[in-house]
């Protein structure tokens, strides 16, 4: 294709590439301040972020549909570095089974807690698997929640799994993150009122009305939600079920619990 790039790599010896394959390391990731964005969609959502970006890769022989140049003309005009590489060189580097050309370098930000914060809330409780995380983000954007607070966060935010998962819509949410403790002391003062998806819970969810400034706590698969919780003052709410079925996926119990408490 007939277009400008700065540097191209060919070689699974060159340094640049060997750098990029070690952020797929969680503390290379935070001891460089970067991570990495794969696909179309996330590079695009990427590109129209606050977020600083190093480098755009690309691989022209893996593109897929009509609109790539585009998306290099955007990153073009943003006056981002571009480097193309090769078709083993992409496939090395990327995180998917059918790679569609494209990935971006960021440099990642510190996510601190904030109490400037309005508007409904969610509240992934160390949630381990990225797969869950991004899913939770995106599902959080589309039914108009743009706040998530990690507690007690396990999982890294910047994690290229989350980032795929979440489509790249984390790049445009107002994240945070801290311990369970500084979270409900910040909630309280703000008065918001907070609900815990909880599968004891008495209340059940689709007979609930919630406050208009509502904090949504969904806790990882195996161990629920953290002990600190339920000794703030909270609101538990079940999600009824059917056919002996006690548990579900936490993606699932949080869309489920978002579109209730949001439709």
């Known amino acids: 294709m007939n277009f400008s790039v700065d540097k191209q790599i060919d070689s699974l010896n060159n340094p640049e590439y060997k750098f990029l394959v070690s952020l797929k390391k ?10 990495l964005t794969e696909g179309f969609r996330e590079c695009y959502q990427l590109i129209e972020s606050r977020y600083e970006i190093d480098t755009l890769y690309f691989c022209s022989d893996l593109f897929i549909g009509n609109n790539n140049q585009n998306l290099l003309e955007e990153y073009r005009k943003s006056n981002v570095r571009i480097v193309q590489v090769s078709k083993k060189v992409f496939n090395a580097m990327s995180y998917r089974d059918r790679p569609d050309g494209f990935i971006s370098l960021f440099n990642t930000e510190h996510i ?6 309005n508007g409904p809330i969610l509240i992934p409780d160390q949630i381990e698997k990225p797969g869950n995380l991004g ?5 959080a954007k ?3 929640i743009n706040n998530v607070f990690l507690s007690d966060e396990i999982t890294d935010i910047f994690n290229p799994n989350v980032i795929r998962s979440s489509i790249g819509h984390l790049f445009h949410m107002n994240i945070s993150s801290g311990t369970n403790k500084e979270i409900i002391e910040i909630l309280e003062t703000k008065k ?9 819970g008495e209340t059940v969810l689709e ?3 919630p406050d208009a400034n509502f904090a949504l706590v969904v806790g990882a698969e195996q161990y629920g939600i953290s002990d600190d919780w339920f000794a703030s003052n909270h609101i538990s709410l079940s999600i009824r079920s059917t056919n002996n079925v006690d548990s579900l996926n936490a993606s699932t119990a949080a869309a489920i619990g978002m579109w209730e408490l949001t439709k």
């Open 112 to 117: 601190g807690i904030t109490s400037e914060i």
């Open 192 to 200: 918001y009122q907070i609900i815990l998806l909880d599968p004891e």
């Open 142 to 144: 589309s039914f108009g």
């Open 207 to 209: 007979n609930f009305k």
């Open 26 to 35: 969680n503390r290379n990731r935070k001891s460089n301040n970067k991570s």
């Open 135 to 139: 899913t939770m983000i995106r599902t």
